[in-house]
């Protein structure tokens, strides 16, 4: 019996290399080389040995469309497309087809694109399948036809977890398969308008003897989806899993390959769900749409700003508490208003500590500096504690005024003034710059209930919006003179 020959491929640039290395020679992370098994020439399967060789090379759009079967290479130039002008080609302006949920089509930019393919990652448990299976209920309604394929609940898992979400109809048709070829042989069959497959680390290739899940398992099998999609047309959802560190399992090249790259993200103790696009390239990438987990599955939030909003932003007792302000964030299109909460408390150790929850660390450490040498604000003993209210991420500049202003506040012991909200991004010179769309965040904040926005700005009051230059006008113009004693 022939010994099967290895090499390690990179999980992050597909570099391959003979023997293990630490280190990627191409990109330079460390710990990314995975073994993979080449595939043996002399055992055949389904579509040969031969075939799967040059399947890469040999097969068009128009063969993943109609089938799989290995072309004869002399053939494969008449079965190919010829060149046309781009000017001949039809213009399908309003061809978008509409998920019939609002929130993903948002994030989409208005729907899905025939002949796409969509790259849906996030971690387990987070709500991935009851995503798909509400998408699928909504097309199916619509009256269009859907297949999903799943690698890893059986058909009966998915007719419970249809029945709960009440997605049970009869356009929708279920596999539980994890072979590529079988799934593909499906979609010839049964013409479907969208495909889901879930997942694509548990499928496999029969002429790949790697398990499934290794790098070329889930490259080829990519590779097919994406064939099928383009050749169809037909719209091809993929599951894909994530990392501990949250980027997507698998090689690099695979996020290079589809058309849209979707991360649906939430902490399992919060109900809300956000799905961020990371990559699309039929519409913008900065789009966030807002689920909350609810027994009968995934509903859409229309208003964000409320849910991550306590009960008492209108002025009430919890804003006289130090340590807590609130943003007007930009997420996509629009305006998320959040409450950022700090804590700030005398440390027992060598090493302050600096946490962060909902912001980034980087940008915490850096306001904590500026606050400290350019506002007088005494943090080098103390830890530091910061969280958005309501487990939402927040990563434009903007956060940056109401972190600071959250922080000082508890610091100096001296609750904010009612009724502001903030949108600056601080500098390293503790000037305050100015952040994009400044009038919709004021808007978004006055029908809210408060009574104006600190930004950059001249000085002065101009209606709502109260401007500022430096971080030391901001904290002096928010921050109520120190309690007394014997306040509680």
Same mark, same amino acid.
């Given at each position: 019996?022939?010994?099967?020959?290895?090499?390690?491929?990179?999980?992050?640039?597909?570099?391959?290399?003979?023997?293990?290395?630490?280190?990627?020679?191409?990109?330079?992370?460390?710990?990314?080389?995975?073994?993979?098994?080449?595939?043996?020439?002399?055992?055949?399967?389904?579509?040969?040995?031969?075939?799967?060789?040059?399947?890469?090379?040999?097969?068009?759009?128009?063969?993943?469309?109609?089938?799989?079967?290995?072309?004869?290479?002399?053939?494969?130039?008449?079965?190919?497309?010829?060149?046309?002008?781009?000017?001949?080609?039809?213009?399908?302006? %309003?061809?978008?087809?509409?998920?019939?949920?609002?929130?993903?089509?948002?994030?989409?930019?208005?729907?899905? $694109?025939?002949?796409?393919?969509?790259?849906?990652?996030?971690?387990?448990?987070?709500? !991935?399948?009851?995503?798909?299976?509400?998408?699928?209920?909504?097309?199916?309604?619509?009256?269009?036809?859907?297949?999903?394929?799943?690698?890893?609940?059986?058909?009966?898992?998915?007719?419970?977890?249809?029945?709960?979400?009440?997605?049970?109809? =009869?356009?929708?048709?279920?596999?539980?398969?994890?072979?590529?070829?079988?799934?593909?042989?499906?979609?010839?069959?049964? &013409?479907?308008?969208?495909?889901?497959?879930?997942?694509?680390?548990?499928?496999?290739?029969?002429?790949?003897?790697?398990?499934?899940?290794?790098?070329?398992?889930?490259?080829?099998?990519?590779?097919?989806?994406?064939?099928?999609?383009?050749?169809? =047309? *037909?719209?091809?959802?993929?599951?894909?899993?994530?990392?501990?560190?949250?980027?997507?399992?698998?090689?690099?090249?695979?996020?290079?390959?589809?058309?849209?790259?979707?991360?649906?993200?939430?902490?399992?103790?919060?109900?809300?769900?956000?799905?961020?696009?990371?990559?699309?390239?039929?519409?913008?990438?900065?789009?966030?749409?807002?689920?909350?987990?609810?027994?009968? %599955?995934?509903?859409?939030?229309?208003?964000?700003?409320?849910?991550?909003?306590?009960?008492?932003?209108?002025? &009430? =007792?919890?804003?006289?508490?130090?340590?807590?302000? $609130?943003?007007? *964030?930009?997420?996509?299109?629009?305006?998320?208003?959040?409450?950022?909460? *700090?804590?700030?408390?005398?440390?027992?150790?060598?090493?302050?500590?600096?946490?962060?929850? %909902?912001?980034?660390?980087?940008?915490? *450490?850096?306001?904590?500096? $500026?606050?400290?040498?350019?506002?007088?604000?005494?943090?080098?003993?103390?830890?530091?504690?910061?969280?958005?209210? &309501?487990?939402?991420?927040?990563?434009?500049?903007?956060?940056?005024?109401?972190?600071?202003?959250?922080?000082?506040?508890?610091?100096?012991?001296?609750?904010?003034?009612?009724?502001?909200?903030?949108?600056?991004?601080?500098?390293?010179?503790?000037?305050?710059?100015?952040?994009?769309?400044?009038?919709?965040?004021?808007?978004?904040?006055? !029908?809210? &209930?408060?009574?104006?926005?600190?930004?950059?700005?001249?000085?002065?009051?101009?209606?709502?919006?109260?401007?500022?230059?430096?971080?030391?006008?901001?904290?002096?113009?928010?921050?109520?003179?120190?309690?007394?004693?014997?306040?509680?």
């Amino acid at each position: 019996m022939p010994q099967q020959q290895t090499k390690y491929v990179c999980n992050e640039c597909g570099y391959e290399a003979p023997r293990w290395l630490g280190r990627c020679p191409e990109c330079g992370r460390w710990g990314t080389l995975a073994e993979t098994v080449l595939p043996d020439a002399g055992v055949s399967s389904g579509v040969g040995r031969a075939g799967a060789q040059a399947r890469r090379g040999g097969r068009s759009r128009r063969q993943a469309a109609v089938g799989t079967e290995a072309l004869d290479p002399s053939l494969a130039g008449e079965l190919t497309e010829r060149p046309v002008p781009i000017t001949e080609l039809p213009a399908d302006a %309003g061809s978008r087809l509409r998920t019939g949920v609002g929130e993903v089509d948002l994030v989409l930019g208005g729907g899905l $694109v025939p002949g796409s393919c969509l790259l849906l990652a996030g971690d387990p448990g987070v709500g !991935k399948s009851t995503l798909l299976l509400a998408i699928a209920s909504a097309l199916t309604r619509a009256g269009r036809r859907v297949l999903y394929v799943s690698g890893e609940e059986s058909a009966a898992q998915l007719r419970l977890r249809a029945g709960r979400i009440a997605a049970l109809h =009869p356009e929708l048709l279920v596999m539980a398969e994890t072979n590529v070829l079988a799934a593909v042989a499906a979609v010839r069959s049964t &013409g479907p308008d969208v495909m889901i497959v879930d997942s694509v680390q548990t499928l496999y290739h029969p002429d790949i003897s790697s398990p499934p899940g290794s790098v070329a398992q889930v490259r080829e099998c990519a590779a097919l989806l994406v064939d099928v999609a383009k050749g169809l =047309p *037909a719209v091809v959802w993929i599951v894909g899993h994530v990392t501990k560190d949250g980027s997507v399992a698998g090689p690099r090249l695979l996020e290079h390959m589809v058309d849209v790259v979707l991360q649906f993200e939430g902490e399992r103790t919060y109900p809300y769900r956000i799905l961020r696009g990371l990559k699309n390239r039929f519409g913008a990438t900065d789009e966030i749409g807002i689920f909350e987990m609810a027994d009968a %599955g995934l509903q859409e939030v229309s208003n964000p700003s409320q849910v991550f909003l306590s009960d008492h932003t209108g002025g &009430g =007792p919890l804003l006289a508490v130090p340590g807590t302000a $609130v943003t007007a *964030a930009i997420e996509g299109r629009r305006v998320i208003c959040a409450e950022v909460q *700090a804590l700030v408390v005398a440390s027992p150790w060598g090493a302050p500590r600096r946490t962060a929850m %909902g912001v980034d660390a980087n940008r915490l *450490a850096l306001i904590i500096a $500026v606050l400290e040498r350019r506002a007088g604000v005494r943090l080098i003993d103390r830890d530091v504690y910061v969280k958005v209210a &309501g487990g939402v991420k927040l990563v434009e500049p903007g956060v940056d005024l109401a972190v600071a202003v959250a922080v000082a506040s508890a610091g100096l012991d001296r609750a904010v003034r009612p009724g502001l909200a903030f949108a600056g991004e601080i500098g390293l010179r503790g000037e305050i710059r100015g952040v994009a769309r400044q009038e919709q965040r004021l808007r978004e904040a006055v !029908k809210l &209930g408060f009574e104006g926005l600190v930004a950059r700005g001249s000085g002065g009051r101009q209606g709502g919006l109260i401007g500022v230059s430096a971080l030391g006008d901001a904290l002096a113009l928010s921050l109520e003179r120190p309690r007394r004693a014997g306040d509680a």
